[in-house]
């Protein structure tokens, strides 16, 4: 809003041109989000031990102990980092651009999937909420409609199409399979930040990470001249998700506030559902899908061991890992919490250091 508001003066106050530029919406989007959490963080935590008794059912089969560590800790933390994060958007963004209200549907769509899953599970006090098999249908749902809204709105040389990381003007064209294509991406970076929320900050850090390489990514694809020096796709308007994805770093950072070791209170699917589909729908919209691939690889790693336990689990009556996710089966191995979750950051960034590597490598 204060795009319009404004740069429109901006003849009369010359200083307000500031508002035109990315990089200091961006900003202003980090800040006003991480103040949002600050600010109303502890009271909205007050609220929700209020609202939930016993705080957010703990897993039977998970570490035994989570029962005694965690139990007791509030859930739907999420839903504070959603009020930063469309606060801060709808401040700072430009709103005649599409770009920026598909990532907003997504973000709000796969939400509202989260809020319902944990409040199933609050309701009933129980570990399992929606049934997977529904909510993964509306999941898809809602991304197919996103996959269908950014072919639309992109250009026609890009539109269905897939680009080759560190391949030069290679891109695959599928057409109408572009849309179950993107689809998948959004719906598996939502389930795959989903299975990496287990312990506390361990998810929200490499969100960030991940989310600040898009934010990178986003804004050098939106401007013709860093594209074309850089010889990637050149999508206009993408530039502007740069200040969504500052506002979901500000509302990350807040999170993080509440949720470092011993966390006072937990994202839950609200949380992590709709930050994974933001970031599936950005890489959507700036052609970058297989390179969410490289930088979100911590993501990909706990959705891929949950898979290979569950295959050989079925197939051989055994299991590869002692726990699935795999951060589970390093603390059955005796490894501290802290030291699964920093060095999974570890690998957060230097997976996004390679993965953005790629806009280079020509």
């Known amino acids: 809003m204060l795009y319009y508001w404004l740069v429109g003066l901006s003849d009369q106050f010359p200083l307000l041109n500031v508002f035109r530029y990315l990089t200091f919406r961006t900003g202003g989007a980090i800040v006003t989000a991480m103040v949002v959490c600050f600010v109303f963080g502890p009271a909205f935590i007050r609220w929700l031990k209020s609202k939930q008794a016993g705080g957010q059912p703990i897993r039977e089969d998970g570490p035994q102990s989570h029962i005694i560590t965690k139990q007791g800790t509030p859930t739907m933390g999420g839903f504070l980092m959603l009020i930063g994060i469309f606060a801060a958007t709808l401040l700072w963004a430009d709103l005649s651009n599409q770009y920026v209200w598909v990532v907003l549907f997504v973000t709000a769509g796969f939400g509202a999937v989260g809020f319902f899953d944990d409040y199933s599970k609050i309701t009933r006090k129980s570990s399992a909420g929606v049934s997977g098999k529904v909510r993964l249908l509306i999941e898809f749902l809602i991304a197919f409609i996103a996959a269908y809204w950014i072919m639309e709105i992109s250009p026609d040389k890009l539109s269905g199409a897939v680009a080759i990381p560190s391949m030069k003007d290679t891109l695959i064209h ?59 796709n050149f999508v206009p308007g993408t530039g502007e998700l740069a200040v969504f994805c500052g506002a979901l770093v500000g509302a990350g950072l807040g999170f993080l506030w509440y949720n470092a070791p011993p966390a006072m209170v937990f994202m839950g699917d609200t949380g992590s559902l709709a930050l994974g589909g933001a970031i599936g729908a ?20 706990e959705g891929v061991s949950v898979i290979v336990q569950v295959l050989s689990f079925k197939l051989t009556g055994k299991r590869v890992f002692r726990m699935a996710p795999i951060h589970h089966h390093y603390e059955q191995l005796g490894w501290a919490e802290s030291t699964i979750v920093i060095r999974f950051w570890i690998i957060a960034v230097i997976l996004a250091l390679v993965g953005l590597s790629t806009l280079k490598l020509r």
């Open 282 to 301: 950005i890489s959507v919209a700036t052609k970058h899908e297989l390179v969410l691939v490289i930088i979100g690889g911590l993501f990909v790693l």
């Open 174 to 232: 599928l057409s109408w399979f572009f849309i179950p294509f993107a689809a998948f991406v959004v719906v598996a970076a939502s389930n795959t930040v989903n299975l990496t929320d287990g312990l506390d900050g361990l998810a929200i850090v490499p969100v960030m990470i991940a989310t600040s390489s898009f934010a990178l990514i986003a804004y050098l694809v939106g401007n013709a001249v860093f594209a074309e020096y850089l010889q990637i």
